[in-house]
Nanobody, 113 residues
Framework: VQLVESGGGLVQPGGSLRLSCAASGFTFSIHSMSWYRQAPGKERELVASINSGGSSTNYADSVKGRFTISRDNAKNTVYLQMNSLELEDTAVYYC???????WGQGTQVTVSS
């Protein structure tokens, strides 16, 4: 049972990245999924969540209109499309099987000029 994130990297302000989180070992399609992030010296915060079927999403105010969470249940993968990235988006991004202790290892996103 695991979650594996990928897609992080270094990007300039205003740029875009797409994070992926591949799930295995559980029935992905019946679980809500979430993306969190943790910046240096700050607490981990919820960025976005999506229900099992993908029909309902929620976002932190700080990313609304810039980030999009989606999922492909056939591929057991949840995505986070991040556009118009800002310096303040720099953090380690984690996916989580919502409401459980199952987390991925994280992927670093650095926004810098």
């Amino acid at each position: 049972v695991q979650l594996v994130e990928s897609g992080g990297g270094l990007v300039q302000p205003g740029g875009s990245l797409r994070l992926s989180c591949a799930a295995s070992g559980f029935t992905f399609s019946i679980h809500s999924m979430s993306w969190y992030r943790q910046a240096p010296g700050k607490e981990r915060e919820l960025v976005a969540s999506i229900n099992s079927g993908g029909s309902s999403t929620n976002y932190a105010d700080s990313v609304k209109g810039r980030f999009t969470i989606s999922r492909d249940n056939a591929k057991n993968t949840v995505y986070l499309q991040m556009n118009s990235l800002e310096l303040e988006d720099t953090a380690v991004y984690y996916c989580r099987k919502s409401g459980t202790s199952l987390w991925g290892q994280g992927t670093q996103v650095t926004v810098s000029s």
